[in-house]
């Protein structure tokens, strides 16, 4: 039987106000646990919680920048459960009544293919602290640090049919929270965090399958492979004749392998009730048109604009306005080096630069080559002092010691040759060492044509120039 891979995602993003959503104290991720929350966070008597407007106008944001909805009436609800990270009792969170309804998400795949994916809905809620195992022998500790730093729930219709969509809708949603300077987008701090809702049903069926939820996966890499594991196991499940159970599960990225946290049978009942600490949160129609007036440019926009203003492809488009920081860098360089070098700029970004930042895990930001610096260098292949393939070694040197590019040319003797007789006389010495194949060539065995290149090339060690090459090779060949 032929199955069919439905998936729906919610996820959390810490939005990055400087204080929390119902209290004064501050966000800041690191402090010392328990100096960051204060009586509100703690949930002692007699105190009461205070929206924070910063909060509210990054939702508004996010609404209006996913094509939303933006209700003008929304409801704080109190999600009750029991935990020791909750110290209230209660989560606020938003149930009946959320903040912004609907929206889209456009996404590329892999292959350049687009689709656009619906979102069911945003709500603002609290997040919980956290329990601390490992510290404490025999024991929990409880950092209430992060109790109450403002999250926001977003949730996908279930739309997405693979792993890889799944993990192209997440990319696509991180840049836009990023974009929108309304998250610092750091997964491993968990400022962006996603549960995913997978389950699997033979194509052509209406109906949906049973679900499994993943909670709380906070890589791209471990939701493609947790979503991946989870769909074989269903797949196995229903071959065999066998159920599939709703339920919570963890995914244990040692073992790649998703486990039972709680069934349905066990799933809590949350006695959702509006708070009757906090109003109604009304927004009217002229502070979301404030807010519209705020939109950057969204990474569409800069996609289709990156294409029209530097000449690029579609394809290095996309991965150039993946990160704003990326996007950022690359007009930078541009800036510098002019627009007729705009495609050079992206073959190096894309090319040296990224391949450099992951080799090293590290992002654009903290690179330790300046948007400067590249653009000298590539100021140095436009005026053929060096050839394209040099500047991967000068780009290289750069990465190591960060020197500047002219300073490792000079100082490696790496500047181009240009001088005709000089790269004439290599071209000689190297028809004179290859008489088989130069025979061979004249005799119309035309493919050694590269062959000879390369042996010219290697003769003077990459420098000579590729253009002037070509040039000078095939009149002596001829001769
Ligand atoms: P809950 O309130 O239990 O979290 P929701 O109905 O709000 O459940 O759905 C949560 C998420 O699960 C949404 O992203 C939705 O798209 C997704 N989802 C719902 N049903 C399925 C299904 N059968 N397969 C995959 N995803 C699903
Ligand atoms: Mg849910």
């Not at 979301?288 to 203003?309: G, M, S």
């Not at 194949?437 to 290697?458: I, S």
Request: include cysteine; proline fraction near 4%.
């Amino acid at each position: 039987m032929n199955w069919e891979t439905v998936i729906g995602l919610e996820v959390h993003v810490q939005l990055n106000t400087k204080s929390k959503i119902f209290s004064g104290a501050a966000t800041a991720y690191g402090a010392e646990p328990n100096t960051q929350a204060c009586a509100i966070d703690l949930g002692l008597p007699g105190v009461l919680p205070v929206l924070n407007s910063e909060a509210v106008r990054q939702a508004v944001k996010f609404g209006l920048a996913i094509n939303a909805k933006v209700a003008n009436k929304s409801v704080f609800d109190r999600k009750n459960y029991f935990y020791p990270d909750l110290p209230k009792g209660y989560q606020i969170s938003q149930f009946g009544h959320p903040i912004v309804l609907g929206g889209q998400l456009q996404i590329t795949l892999e292959d350049g293919t687009r689709k656009t994916i619906n979102l069911t809905r945003v709500h603002l809620e609290e997040d919980a602290g956290k329990s601390l195992h490992e510290d404490f022998k025999g024991k929990s500790g409880i950092d209430l640090n992060r109790a109450g730093t403002p999250l926001l729930e977003i949730v996908s219709e279930p739309e997405m049919h693979s792993a890889a969509e799944a993990v192209a809708y997440l990319k696509t949603l991180h840049a836009l929270v990023t974009y929108l300077d309304i998250c610092d987008g750091n997964m491993q701090e968990g400022s962006f965090r996603c549960d995913a809702n997978v389950s699997v049903r033979p194509v052509g069926q209406k109906e949906f399958g049973t679900r499994a939820e993943i909670k709380n996966v906070n890589s791209f890499k471990f939701v493609e492979k947790a979503i991946n594991y989870e769909v074989a196991r269903q797949i196995a499940l229903l071959e065999d004749k066998q159920a599939v159970i709703q339920e919570t599960r963890l995914y244990d990225s040692q073992k790649n392998e998703t486990r039972p946290m709680r069934s349905k049978e066990e799933a809590m009942d949350y006695r959702y009730f509006p708070d009757p600490d906090l109003l109604p949160l009304e927004i009217n129609d002229e502070y979301i048109q404030q807010v519209r007036d705020t939109l950057p440019e969204l990474p569409n926009a800069k996609r289709e604009r990156f294409c029209k203003e530097y000449g690029l492809s579609e394809y290095d488009a996309t991965i150039l306005i993946s990160s704003k920081a990326m996007a950022d860098f690359y007009e930078t360089v541009v800036k510098n080096c002019g627009t007729a070098n705009a495609k050079t700029a992206a073959n190096i970004i894309i090319g040296d630069m990224n391949a450099a930042l992951n080799k090293h895990n590290l992002e654009i930001q903290q690179a330790p080559i300046s948007a400067a610096q590249i653009s000298k260098l590539i100021l140095r292949i436009a005026d053929n002092t060096i050839s394209g393939k040099i500047a991967k070694t000068v780009f290289e040197t750069m990465w190591e010691n960060q020197e500047d590019p002219d300073t490792i040319i000079e100082k490696q003797g790496l500047k181009q040759v240009t001088d005709s007789s000089a790269i004439e006389q290599v071209i000689k010495q190297v028809l004179e060492a290859n008489p088989k194949q130069l025979a061979e060539y004249r005799a119309g065995k035309e493919q050694l044509y590269g062959y000879f290149v390369g042996q010219v090339m290697k003769a003077s060690q990459g420098k000579a120039n590729p253009d002037q090459v070509n040039k000078l090779l095939k009149d002596l060949l001829q001769q």
